[in-house]
């Protein structure tokens, strides 16, 4: 069984933020009660990369985030005694902040129920800081999305809860990874072979027209990444393909001749590409 807790390590999960933050936090929808009565209460949250400049709902790996929300109680429950809640919904676990800022499993029951402030005397705003400053890909939740749903309780309304019917959602991305045969092409092989060598043949309307390695320049968005899946999957898929890489810049049945000699770094350097390629 999973723990929140423990899955995000130290997140900074408890803290009050000034109201003058929350100004401008997006709100949530479909504002709700247990019983279905309408209620004038109001739900809002926000994840930010900027410190709250701006609101988001993706985030990559290692962005660390700040997650905001405010609770804005009816008008009739304000001064009165009530409690707060927090639930995060992840990989449909149903989790509920507890008081002492850790987060529990919760199994939707009401006599379970715990509140993550309780006892506190309603303010018209109950600002709640949700994360700060927190990388959530490293500290183990990533490739998910998290729901995030407030609720409040007044004794002015015994037996009623009120809360956000739409949750705040916050995407964490998965971590990216280089591979290591596309390090070695920006690396040693884009600059120095293709854009130095191969391409002045190797191109649309070029000597080399009919081969079926066509090359893009840099002045061309994305080019590194286009010339790369030329060369890979030459060397994946065309039959000799991988040996042919190697021999033809020797003059091998090349009409541009020798471009490359094999003790050369260049011609080793294309030789470790073509060995990474094939081992991926």
């Not at 410190?51 to 009816?74: K, L």
């Not at 990444?225 to 033809?248: A, F, M």
Request: glycine fraction near 8%; charge should be negative.
């Amino acid at each position: 069984m999973k723990n929140l807790q423990t899955a995000v390590l130290s997140l900074v999960l408890a803290g009050l933020v000034s109201p003058a933050a929350m100004a401008q936090l997006p709100e949530l929808g479909s504002p709700s009660s247990i019983s279905g009565a309408p209620t004038t209460a109001r739900f809002f949250g926000g994840a930010s990369a900027d410190n709250g400049s701006s609101f988001a709902s993706s985030f990559g790996y290692d962005q660390a985030i700040d997650v905001d929300t405010e609770i804005q109680v009816e008008s009739s429950h304000v001064n009165t005694m009530g409690n707060l809640y927090v639930f995060i919904v992840w990989d449909g676990l149903y989790f509920q902040r507890v008081e002492s800022g850790d987060y529990e499993i919760w199994d939707l029951s009401l006599p379970n129920l715990q509140a993550a402030f309780p006892a506190k005397t309603l303010q018209a705003s109950e600002p709640i800081n949700i994360v700060n400053d927190v990388a959530f890909g490293p500290a183990g939740v990533s490739d998910t999305t998290l729901a995030i749903f407030l609720a409040y309780d007044s004794m002015a309304a015994p037996g009623e809860i009120f809360y956000s019917g739409a949750p705040l959602s916050v995407a964490i991305e998965s971590e990216q990874t280089t591979a290591a045969s596309l390090q070695l092409y920006v690396d040693t092989i884009s600059s120095p072979i293709i854009q130095a060598k191969c391409i002045i043949c190797h191109q649309v309307g070029g000597v080399a027209t009919d081969s079926a390695l066509h090359y893009v320049n840099s002045g061309v968005a994305n080019f590194q990444t286009t010339n790369y899946n030329t060369l890979v999957n030459y060397i994946k898929n065309v039959p000799n393909g991988s040996s042919e890489i190697l021999s033809r810049p020797q003059g091998m049945n090349h009409t541009g001749g020798v471009q490359l000699t094999p003790s050369s770094q260049d011609f080793l350097n294309l030789q470790a590409f073509v060995n990474q390629v094939l081992a991926e």
